[in-house]
Structure formats: C-alpha cells, structure tokens
C-alpha cells in the first residue's frame, strides 16, 4: 500500500483544515488507518485512528472534539478534519495503515505496516 498525504497549509489559530490520505496499489478497506503528526524537535505522536472493521475512532486527549477522522472506502480515502486549530498542532501530518491492530494499540506507530509522506500543517498564532 502507498500511502500519500495532503492538504496541509499555513493557516490562522481557530482556522480548520481538512487532510486527506490518498491510498493506492491496494483497498484500504478492512485496514485500521490513523493520523500522526510530528513537531521539530519532538517525538511522533498519535492524533486519530479509524478502524477498518466497524469504523470505530479513536483521539488523542489533545484534539479530542476538534478533529474528525473518516473514509471513504469507495474512494480508497481518508481524511482528517481539523477545527478550532492552535498553534501546538504545527506539525507534519503523516497516514498510516495496519492490519489487525488492536483497540490498545491504535497510538502505536510501530503496530502500523505502511506509512505516507507527511504534509506540513502550521498554525499561525
């Protein structure tokens, strides 16, 4: 699976942006997919995750409310709305996929297979 992110921008605190995970050389259907970001300086965190199975999600306290992740399993997509964003989500996005990644593991990076290029997200305070 080759994964590729996009959408990212400069945009101002409180702005929204909607990424996008564009997924290509097999379905994306069944796979758990989540959203990463990685600020200079620090380690990659999780952000959201959707299952494949049932589409359950899962956020990280730190945009729990304010982000939105869906698929579009007709369209082999994912996407990652972002609201009421801050100047602490200044970060590369990255998307990722895995199979058979457990409820526990879902903010694991190494428990997914495949991972895309980041797009780069900066919010202006």
């Known amino acids: 699976v080759q994964l590729q992110a996009s959408g990212g921008g400069l945009v101002q605190a409180g702005g929204s942006l909607r990424l996008s995970c564009t997924a290509s050389g097999r379905t994306l259907r069944g796979y758990t997919v989540g959203w990463f970001r990685q600020a200079p300086g620090q380690e990659r965190e999780f952000a959201a995750a959707?299952?494949?199975?049932?589409?359950?999600?899962s956020y990280a306290d730190s945009v729990k409310g304010r982000f939105i992740i869906s698929r579009d399993n007709a369209k082999n997509m994912i996407y990652l709305q972002m609201n009421s964003l801050i100047p602490d989500d200044t970060a590369v996005y990255y998307c990722?996929?895995?199979?058979?990644?457990?409820?526990?593991?879902?903010?694991?990076?190494?428990?997914?297979?495949?991972w895309g290029e980041g797009t780069l997200v900066t919010v202006s305070s």
């Open positions: 959707i299952r494949g199975s049932g589409g359950t999600t």
């Open positions: 990722a996929a895995g199979s058979r990644i457990i409820l526990s593991s879902l903010g694991t990076p190494s428990a997914y297979d495949y």
